[in-house]
């Protein structure tokens, strides 16, 4: 059984930093593509940062360019988004998704398993 356990959310000030962690079990994750969604109440989830298998091939969203880094350590089945620069706008719950040996997409229904997401709030 998949499982993906985010952690590392909370409430830091505007121009803050955060690390999140996904932490998987359960599939044969040195072939997945990782991926960090994020989706504001009332909101559709929106795409964030995603991280090929070998890390070989990264992609960000627009809004996180220049601010986030999406890594992975694959002997720890772990996925990492370091967020510098915080702004108020990022305030959103975050998601990790895993997609089975596939490229990366920026399409939340391209990734089957997904975790609970973990809240983040940066304060203006």
């Known amino acids: 059984q998949v499982q993906l356990v985010e952690s590392g959310g909370g409430l830091v000030q505007a121009g803050g930093s955060l690390r999140l962690s996904c932490a998987a079990s359960?599939?044969?994750?040195?072939?997945?593509?990782m991926g960090w969604f994020r989706q504001v109440a009332g909101k559709e989830r929106e795409f964030v940062a995603a991280?090929?298998?070998?890390?070989?091939?990264?992609r960000y969203a627009d809004s996180v360019k220049g601010r986030f880094t999406i890594s992975r350590d694959n002997a720890k089945q772990t996925v990492y988004l370091q967020m510098n620069s915080l702004k108020p706008e990022d305030t959103a719950v975050y998601y990790c998704?895993?997609?089975?040996?596939?490229?990366?997409?920026?399409?939340?229904?391209?990734?089957?398993?997904w975790g609970q997401g973990t809240q983040v709030t940066v304060s203006s």
């Open positions: 998704a895993a997609r089975f040996f596939a490229g990366i997409s920026t399409t939340e229904g391209n990734y089957r398993d």
């Open positions: 359960g599939l044969p994750f040195s072939r997945y593509t």
């Open positions: 991280i090929s298998w070998n890390s070989g091939s990264t």
